[in-house]
């Protein structure tokens, strides 16, 4: 099993930042394949941004590209979400996920097989 808890959410005017962090705990973190996924209002949850095992490989929604960014720390077990230029539209719960599978980074739902609670993003015009 794995733990993750997200934090760092909160409320924002459009064009500023935050930064989210999730701590991982009950299995070896590097072992796993992290991702961020988010579900407006309305809206399904979809894939954001997902980093490898290693850190050495990300990949990101084009909806966030340029302006996101994904990085881990394996020796604090935590993986971060850089968001940057937020719009309105980026409002959100954000999730954390974790992957046990060894191959590439994944983007569907399905995929993942541990999850946080979620975190607020709140971004005002």
């Known amino acids: 099993q794995v733990q993750l808890v997200e934090s760092g959410g909160g409320l924002v005017q459009a064009g500023g930042s935050l930064r989210l962090s999730c701590a991982a705990s009950?299995?070896?973190?590097?072992?796993?394949?992290m991702g961020w996924f988010r579900q407006g209002p309305g809206k399904e949850r979809e894939f954001v941004a997902g980093?490898?095992?290693?850190?050495?490989?990300?990949y990101y929604a084009d909806s966030v590209k340029g302006r996101f960014t994904i990085s881990r720390d394996n020796a604090k077990d935590t993986v971060y979400l850089q968001m940057n230029s937020l719009k309105p539209e980026d409002t959100a719960v954000y999730y954390c996920?974790?992957?046990?599978?060894?191959?590439?980074?994944?983007?569907?739902?399905?995929?993942?097989?541990?999850w946080g609670q979620g975190t607020q993003v709140t971004v005002s015009s």
């Open positions: 009950g299995r070896t973190f590097s072992n796993l394949n």
């Open positions: 996920a974790a992957d046990r599978s060894l191959g590439i980074i994944r983007v569907t739902e399905s995929a993942y097989d541990y």
């Open positions: 980093i490898r095992r290693s850190g050495s490989t990300t």
